[in-house]
């Protein structure tokens, strides 16, 4: 069935490093990307997004990478902060259809 | 503030207790989601509404009942409920249900059954 999986449920990084969260997922007909971002006590928060047709999005400190051919979907956070800590989830769809959300990644940002 | 207010934030029932949760937005989205947020396992979807339509129940025990009165509102009416069920119940909504946009979510309902 459809699944979206997280190879590392925790990442430890350095204030001021950057941070690479891997999200593999199995369904192939999946083509549209989004990772959140959940801090204690709150709802996932909408980072960025990509798209199929797309192998590579920039944001504000974030970029997003995705490989279709391994199906497998990358988020990096340059300069990491205390602020970045947190739960990240990937999440993906086909057209029309629910997201499904991946396990979730916790990054914890050491000062 | 995302645009989704949940409430009660926190709740603790017994199990025979009757409660509801509540959901509101105002950021004219047409389809809302509840969501089970256990420890360590992925976001479990409920039910969907798209259009104050319920057009998805994710095999959830009818100790858990959804009410949907217009597009701006959603509920969680909880009666009976297990152990189990303690988890972070999380309100979604999006544009309309398979919106490329994603959902924007509420900061959640944590949920202790005692």
């Known amino acids: 069935g459809e699944s979206v999986g997280l190879h590392l449920p925790t990442l430890s990084v350095q204030e001021g490093d950057n941070s690479i969260i891997n999200c593999a997922y199995s369904n192939s007909a999946s083509d549209y990307f989004i990772w959140y971002k959940q801090e204690s006590g709150k709802g996932p928060q909408f980072i960025i997004d990509?798209?199929?047709?797309?192998d590579k999005r920039q944001g504000q400190r974030v970029t997003v990478l995705l490989n279709k051919t391994v199906k497998h979907l990358s988020l990096q956070i340059a300069a990491t902060q205390p602020g970045d800590s947190a739960v990240y989830f990937c999440a993906e769809t086909s057209y029309g259809n629910k997201l499904v959300f991946g396990a979730g990644t916790i990054l914890r940002v050491k000062s | 503030e995302t645009g989704v207010t949940q409430t009660p934030r926190h709740l603790v029932m017994g199990m025979t207790n009757k409660k509801s949760l509540k959901c509101e937005q105002h950021l004219g989205h047409n389809a809302m989601y509840w969501y089970k947020q256990s420890a360590k396992k992925p976001l479990e979807l409920m039910f969907v509404y798209n259009f104050k339509e319920q057009t998805e129940n994710n095999s959830v025990p009818s100790r858990f009942s959804p009410e949907c009165p217009n597009s701006s509102h959603l509920f969680l009416h909880l009666h009976t409920l297990q152990p189990e069920d303690s988890a972070l119940y999380l309100c979604?909504?999006?544009?309309?249900?398979?919106?490329?946009?994603?959902?924007?979510f509420g900061s959640g309902t944590r949920l202790t059954v005692v």
């Open positions: 979604a909504s999006s544009q309309e249900q398979g919106w490329r946009g994603g959902y924007t």
């Open positions: 990509i798209r199929s047709n797309m």
